[in-house]
């Protein structure tokens, strides 16, 4: 039975995933909408579903995985993989959860070790729009107590002990191959068949560019395929979402966007 802690994020979740979809879902049907992943995911699915079917029926989904993929088809949704996307064509708005989102809205993704399908959905689309509950809030990213594991960063399997030294010396303080789950011996496989390394790095200080600094040091290193930081730095917009929905512990649905906080 679920505690009433769990009950309380689950709610949070609920309600955040219920506005952003009231809100940000077309008026006149979509073209391509895109679906992250995780336990979030769910409720905008839902509230998705619930929507007037002339408003969804002919709209592709594009989900970011495995399990986004079963979510669509249990609601029967029609479903088109990212790479028949036609080349030029956008996705509206792709909606996914987030791990960790600091005040700019620079986020740390993959803790469904979904990162890359997630990254290459949300830089296709006009408009990311982030769903999460009050636990992923935080100032600055990689604080120790909101997503303690540290960025997600997927590699080839092969190159997976000389990424882990290198980001040792980029300034890790831990680098943990992810482990599979109980009936899995050996690490977590990604649906791309790579593995993961999820990196604790020291909490990261404001500042314009120091999200994109430790992003382009990591994306550096040969055998990174890509890493769970979706930000915007001076160099360009790597999926930093446009705007965030977090169910708060009272009820209430908070909205970050990049300017800050919209009054309630
Ligand atoms: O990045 C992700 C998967 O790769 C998820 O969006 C993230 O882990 C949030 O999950 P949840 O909604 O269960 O908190």
């Known amino acids: 039975m679920a505690t009433a802690a769990e009950d309380l994020v689950a709610s949070a979740k609920k309600l955040a995933a219920a506005t952003a979809v009231t809100t940000h879902y077309p008026k006149s049907p979509p073209k391509y909408i895109g679906i992250g992943s995780g336990s979030t995911i769910v409720h905008v699915v839902a509230s998705i579903a ?30 088109l993989d990212i790479d028949l996307l036609p080349p030029g064509e956008n996705i509206s708005v792709a909606f996914d959860g987030a791990d960790e989102v600091d005040s700019q809205l620079n986020c740390i993704k993959g803790g469904g070790a979904c990162l890359f399908q997630e990254k290459i959905v949300a830089v296709q689309a006009e408009k990311f729009v982030v769903v999460a509950d009050f636990r992923k809030i935080s100032k600055t990213l990689l604080t120790p107590t909101t997503w303690p594991s540290g960025i997600p960063i997927e590699v080839v399997p092969s190159s997976y002990p000389y990424v882990t030294a290198k980001l040792q010396a980029l300034g890790a303080t831990q680098v943990v191959l992810r482990p599979g789950g109980k009936a899995k011996a050996g690490p977590c496989v990604t649906d791309n068949g790579n593995f993961l390394l999820d990196s604790v790095f020291p909490t990261l200080k404001e500042g314009e560019d120091v999200v994109q600094d430790l992003a382009e040091a990591i994306k550096g290193i040969v055998g990174v ?18 705007v965030g929905y977090f169910g708060m512990e009272d009820g209430a649905v908070k909205v970050l966007e990049k300017g800050g906080w919209l009054a309630a």
């Open 50 to 79: 619930a929507l007037d079917p002339s408003l969804t029926s002919s709209t592709k989904f594009i989900p970011t995985g495995f399990q986004s993929k079963q979510l669509l088809l249990q609601h029967n949704l029609e479903i």
């Open 225 to 242: 395929v890509e890493h769970g930081l979706f930000y915007e730095g001076s160099s360009g917009w790597k999926g930093r979402p446009t």
